[in-house]
């Protein structure tokens, strides 16, 4: 069965700094990998996503992602961040493209 | 694009009485539609996946006759919370996959969810 693991369930940052969001799976088989954003009482929105081929993947907002199938990592970062960035990341795994199976989620707090 | 509702964003509703919610895909069409739960501070439970045409899929723990599921179109899902209870307090979200789009094709966009209270 697929799991997530995310180690950190609140990420303190300053403004501008860099961040790394830390997101761990487990599964058999191959996965389909993503990044989440949740703003307050907010649906998901979709910041990027590994399918296959190159294992750094950019999405939107200026984060990026690294898959590592040897850790089976899949950790999110953004070089500087802005207050705006401050909301709740969910990673998730699909096994198959079917259903998502979401880690806890980690909360981004950017201080000015 | 890509866009998917939910009606209502938030209701409240007496003991004892029946919700419905509705999720739809506003650009495209979606044969799977699949519906969450998401306590405070926690992440999202998949609840059930819906499927247009047939019946829903249940995750394991989810009582079917408590929680109505119907696709009756490639726009519409919607979810039926029946007799609700106080524990059945929670904001649901609902996500869609696009069934012709190959770029999304393991993708799910969702809704902006639906804040339920129970009292």
């Known amino acids: 069965a697929q799991s997530v693991t995310q180690l950190d369930s609140q990420v303190p940052v300053f403004e501008e700094a860099p961040v790394e969001l830390r997101c761990n799976y487990s599964?058999?088989?191959?996965?389909?990998l993503f990044w989440y954003v949740q703003y307050p009482n907010q649906g998901l929105q979709l910041l990027l996503k590994?399918?296959?081929?190159?294992?750094l993947v950019k999405g939107i907002n200026g984060f990026e992602a690294e898959f590592n199938k040897s850790q089976t990592s899949f950790h999110l970062r953004k070089p500087s961040v802005h207050i705006s960035d401050t909301a709740e990341y969910f990673c998730?795994?699909?096994?198959?493209?079917?259903?998502?199976?979401f880690g806890a989620g980690t909360i981004l707090r950017v201080k000015s | 694009g890509a866009v998917v509702s939910q009606h209502p964003s938030r209701v409240i509703c007496k003991s004892g009485t029946s919700v419905k919610i509705e999720c739809r895909s506003l650009?495209?069409?979606?044969?799977?539609m699949f519906w969450y739960r998401q306590f405070p501070k926690q992440s999202l439970m998949l609840m059930a996946t819906?499927?247009?045409?047939?019946?829903?899929?249940?995750e394991q723990g989810v009582e079917k006759d408590k929680f109505l599921i119907n696709h009756a179109s490639l726009t519409l899902s919607t979810l039926t919370v029946t007799s609700a209870h106080p524990e059945d307090s929670s904001f649901y979200i609902c996500?869609?996959?696009?069934?012709?789009?190959?770029?999304?094709?393991?993708?799910?966009?969702f809704g902006p969810g639906t804040r339920l209270t129970v009292t």
């Open positions: 996500s869609a996959r696009d069934s012709e789009g190959l770029a999304g094709a393991y993708e799910q966009y």
């Open positions: 599964s058999s088989v191959s996965v389909y």
């Open positions: 590994y399918l296959s081929g190159s294992t």
């Open positions: 998730a795994v699909s096994e198959g493209g079917n259903k998502l199976v």
């Open positions: 650009d495209f069409q979606a044969t799977t």
């Open positions: 819906s499927n247009e045409g047939s019946k829903a899929t249940y």
